[in-house]
């Protein structure tokens, strides 16, 4: 019932780094080389000689040329951009947050051609690599939507332990999809409840949704007792 809306989430949020891209062709390779610069004129780490500077800067230029490929409408021109990033992550070990984006797009390709295992091949690379404990949620997410796509719903539900206040609702959300799909109505119950209150937007589209999902199984989230389909109240 759920899993096309929750693959196409995993599409759709690629999109936020268009902002991203268009920032790069704005600015390019000269702003972030300048940026480099200054904090080495700052803090005088020796870490930020020239030679590194460059090579972060060529690193970075390289992976927005990729990208670039990558979201090309070109078959073949796509193609040498799937081929550049898998060496682009084996190539920057230097570069963890560059190398975890790039495994993240990979994904992102593999999932449009409904190949979920490469997908979660490389979303695994990308919490292998990844050291910004920022995308680790974002990471595990979609660890469980490509998984709960492919039917291995337990092993969907193992990425979904602990998640970050930030996250809570977002990830049960997915977790009841998960309950409600293999049977279990109760916990699937519990789980869009604790989306429903830990989502703090109160015109927000994504709490609506949770609503309506809990309104189809008999539950108003905004009273404490049980509704039936009909509308008659249970204890």
Do not use: C
């Amino acid at each position: 019932m759920f899993k096309e809306k929750k693959v196409a989430e995993l599409l759709t949020e690629e999109e936020q780094v268009e902002l991203i891209k268009e920032w790069w062709k704005k600015n390019g390779t000269s702003v972030i080389v300048a940026i480099f610069v200054a904090v080495a004129a700052i803090y005088g780490y020796q870490y930020w000689q020239k030679s590194k500077i460059e090579k972060s800067a060529a690193a970075m230029q390289e992976y927005y040329e990729q990208t670039e490929k990558l979201n090309s409408n070109d078959k073949k021109t796509k193609e040498a951009g799937m081929q550049l990033a898998e060496k682009y992550i084996e190539k920057n070990d230097g570069h963890k947050v560059l190398s975890t984006f790039t495994a993240l797009q990979i994904a992102k390709e593999h999932v449009v051609a409904n190949e979920y295992k490469k997908a979660e091949e490389f979303l695994q690379k990308a919490l292998s690599i990844n050291d910004d404990k920022s995308l680790e949620p974002i990471i595990k997410h979609r660890l469980a939507q490509v998984n709960f796509a492919t039917g291995n719903n337990d092993k969907a539900l193992s990425y979904l332990k602990n998640p970050p206040e930030s996250f809570l609702s977002l990830y049960a959300e997915l977790e009841g999809d998960i309950y409600f799909d293999k049977g279990e109505k109760e916990n699937a119950v519990a789980s869009y409840k604790k989306a429903y209150s830990s989502n703090k937007e109160q015109n927000d589209k994504s709490k609506e949704l949770i609503k309506i999902k809990l309104k189809n199984l008999g539950v108003d989230p905004e009273k404490t007792e049980k509704v039936s389909v009909k509308g008659k109240k249970n204890a």
